[in-house]
């Protein structure tokens, strides 16, 4: 069968920040999105009706629109997660996350069930998720590993993380309206990177991102998980972005997105690739959200490990006012970076240390032979450092201790560092 041309329609979101919402489970797309898209998407069409399976033509507009209008309460499934970001190994063979079974238990508040110790591991390789969804109040993730999982589940107020590896469990209370804040059902104390690691997440994220910077366009129809779906394509209009092109497959029938996949510029396989391969629209079993440690697992307070870490934060911050102390002049304590232009190529920043006492110090001895062994020495106005580059992410450290990071070419970071030091 032949496969139309997708046709390009570009236009501007606000952000999410209109006032019109709709009752939805976490993983869903605001309504937002869709109002805006709708008044200011473009009128010239893209359809989708070639390709397998065969589907009714529909155009991005309504396509965003089916996403946004998705009022799916229940959910269960496997998702597979793929991230191949070039990100260098660490000597020894040792993973980026530090969380090992039984091992290092003692890492952060909770040890091994800490969510904190787990979300790095998801930053490289494949990883296989089971989740279940029951409204706001419910959800349940559980990353499958060879020989152990690890368990995320908010019940209400409880929320309760366990690891099978080291036997280990954390409890937290989350707030009983913790569901109505920006990201429905998703209770203080669980970690982004867990709550954003499914197609709905990702696809909310990508859509927000979208203005006029953007092209969107329809693409072939595809089958996820034994389930019929438009694709919708995301392509930065700007030279300097890394990103190549992001594709959403969408339940034809629901308009949940069941699979998102990023392609860096350069080519080769996705850089991150999340979907399902598995998903029911039932609603999932009661008991698929009830956890009680296991006979002589650890369990930890996280309530009680977060007010030591916030009288942890006080006495730094005490510290640093103490007369005599060297206060560190980073945007708001660590809080935050300052961004450098918008959409596809914004790129955060970093001051460093700077001033005679910090200039220079990171390229002497053995500090700067590490960095050349990891880095890209370049030079520009703003003087000298390195470029450290992944196949998305892209950072330049200047030898001041600057840091410039974004999904962004070399040149891109090189012109941002001139551009602040005129």
């Known amino acids: 069968m032949p ?8 236009g501007e979101w606000d952000g999410g920040r209109s006032t019109k919402r709709r009752k939805a489970v976490r993983y869903a797309v605001p309504v937002a999105v869709a109002g805006v898209a709708a008044a200011t998407i473009g009128l010239v069409p893209a359809f989708a009706g070639s390709g397998s399976p065969d589907l009714p033509k529909i155009s991005a507009q309504d396509l965003i629109a089916k996403i946004a209008k998705s009022d799916v ?12 970001l070039g990100l260098p190994s660490l000597p020894g063979g040792a993973g980026v996350g530090g969380f090992g079974g039984g091992q290092g238990g003692e890492k952060g508040a909770g040890g091994a069930a800490s969510p904190q110790s787990k979300l790095t591991e998801l930053a490289s390789g494949t990883h296989t998720l089971r989740v279940a969804v029951d409204g706001p109040e419910k959800q349940r993730v559980s990353i499958v590993g060879g020989s152990a999982d690890y368990t995320l589940i ?33 209770p203080e104390g669980l970690p982004k990177g ?22 969107v366009t329809v693409g072939d129809t595809a089958k996820v998980a034994g389930r019929d779906a438009y694709q919708l394509v995301i392509k930065p209009k700007q030279a300097a972005s890394t990103v190549g092109s992001i594709r959403v497959a969408v339940d034809a029938a629901n308009g949940v997105p069941l699979k998102f996949t990023l392609t ?23 008991d698929s959200f009830s956890f009680t440690p ?37 945007p708001k304590d660590f809080g935050g970076f300052d961004v450098l232009g918008k959409g596809w190529t914004s790129i955060a920043t970093l001051k460093g240390a700077g001033g005679p006492a910090g200039k220079d110090q990171l390229t002497k001895g053995d500090a700067g032979k590490f960095l050349d062994s990891l880095g890209t020495k370049v030079t520009g106005g703003f003087g000298s450092g390195h470029v450290f580059s992944t196949r998305l992410v892209n950072a330049l450290v200047t030898d001041d201790g600057t840091v410039y990071v974004g999904a962004v070419d070399k040149q891109a970071l090189i012109a941002a560092a001139d551009a602040a030091k005129k």
């Open 3 to 10: 496969r139309n041309e997708p046709t390009e329609v570009t």
């Open 73 to 84: 309460q229940q959910l269960s499934g496997t998702v597979q997660v793929t991230t191949d």
């Open 154 to 186: 908010h019940n209400g107020t409880d929320v309760w993380a366990y690891d099978s590896g080291s036997n280990s469990a954390m409890h937290h209370t989350a707030p009983r309206d913790a569901h109505r804040g920006p990201q429905r059902g998703a």
């Open 194 to 215: 867990l709550q954003g690691a499914t197609p709905q997440e990702l696809a909310q994220q990508a859509l927000k991102a979208a203005g006029d910077t953007t092209s």
């Open 264 to 286: 860096p510029k350069s080519g080769g396989p996705a850089a991150i690739d999340v979907g399902y391969t598995r998903v029911d629209f039932a609603r999932p079993a009661a």
């Open 294 to 330: 296991p006979k002589g697992a650890k369990v930890v307070s996280g309530d009680q490990a977060a007010r030591q870490h916030g009288k942890d934060l006080k006495d730094l911050k005490d510290l640093k006012g103490a007369k005599g102390s060297t206060e560190h002049k980073g």
